[in-house]
């Protein structure tokens, strides 16, 4: 039985997706249960039964594998409550089963240690990250198709958390602990820094006459096509436009008015310039080597 901590879009989703593929999710805890609403609807719509939701962090004990679906901060806090209310359990003479209780952060950057608390008390501790950006609406029963999922933990733990990947249509593969914050910052590189690339794009179409919605729907669509040239292809391969195709000119107008109009704009937009011609200009040396 699966229960999960938090009901934030990690949560959410995962709590729906898990249910929708029968792997018997148990309920949901959180401070906020009216932020649990949503999940109630998405069980309905599906046709399937919604998960116990609850305040009751003891109903984690229950479980056979908890999520920590909480922000970064917050886990430290969250390993030490549940691991005093393990610790109480045992005490009060109630036995644990046969396999060790699983606990799994969601985090990508947080380490392992984290989670001492709760290996002290017993459980097997780990980790499962879908590289995916999770969406506040309903997900599709495929949403997490094909996507990678870093896992990371004790061999239980592991065990549990490539078992659920697969389950979900993902692509497990080990994090090791060192590697973390390189992996978190590629991630947060393309899933946050391309927004605000976007977001200053945005700016640029409503200047040149479109509506926002409009802007906003066009540029996603930019995005989407490029997305699909780099899943495709390597980076140099797929890029388009001026630095692939050398044109000096066009560059420096771009970055004149950029400079006019936003200096974010200019500064961001002269960098990544730069890294893509230098990128270009790298294999353009090894192929004629």
């Known amino acids: ?6 009901a934030g879009r990690a949560g959410g989703t995962l709590s729906h997706l898990l249910a929708r593929r029968g792997l018997g999710v148990g ?6 249960p009216a932020r649990a ?6 069980c309905r719509a599906a046709g399937i039964a919604r998960p116990t939701i609850t305040t009751d962090w003891r109903r984690l004990l229950e479980a056979s594998i908890v999520l920590l679906a909480v922000p970064d901060d917050a886990l430290p806090g969250v390993a030490r409550r549940l691991g005093d209310l393990a610790r109480r359990q045992r005490e009060d003479g109630a ?9 799994l952060h969601l985090s990508g950057a947080a380490p392992l240690s984290v989670l001492d608390p709760l290996a002290a008390a017993g459980h097997a501790v780990g980790s499962l990250h879908p590289l995916c950006v999770l969406p506040a609406t309903r997900p599709p029963l495929d949403l997490l198709a094909g996507v990678a999922f870093a896992v990371a933990g004790q061999p239980a733990a592991r065990r549990s958390a490539v078992r659920l990947a697969r389950r979900l249509g993902g692509v497990p593969w080990h994090l090791p602990e060192t590697s973390r914050l390189d992996y978190h910052l590629a991630a947060a590189v393309v899933a946050n820094d391309s927004v605000a690339l976007v ?3 945005i700016d640029r179409l409503r ?14 669509r930019l995005l989407l096509s490029t997305a699909q040239a780099l ?4 980076p140099a391969r797929a890029l388009t436009g001026p630095v692939a195709r050398g044109d000096a000119g066009t560059l420096r107008a771009h970055l004149r008015q950029a400079r006019r109009v936003d200096p974010d704009l200019a500064r961001l937009h002269g960098e990544l310039s730069r890294v893509l011609r230098n990128r270009v200009l790298s294999r353009r040396r090894r192929r004629s080597t």
């Open 1 to 6: 039985m699966i229960w999960v901590l938090g």
């Open 37 to 42: 609403a949503r999940l109630v609807t998405w």
């Open 95 to 103: 036995r644990p089963g046969r396999r060790p209780r699983v606990a």
């Open 231 to 234: 899943h495709a292809t390597e």
């Open 199 to 201: 977001a200053l794009a």
């Open 207 to 220: 200047a040149a006459g479109l509506g926002a919605p409009t802007a906003r729907r066009a540029l996603a």
């Open 27 to 32: 309920g949901l805890v959180t401070r906020h």
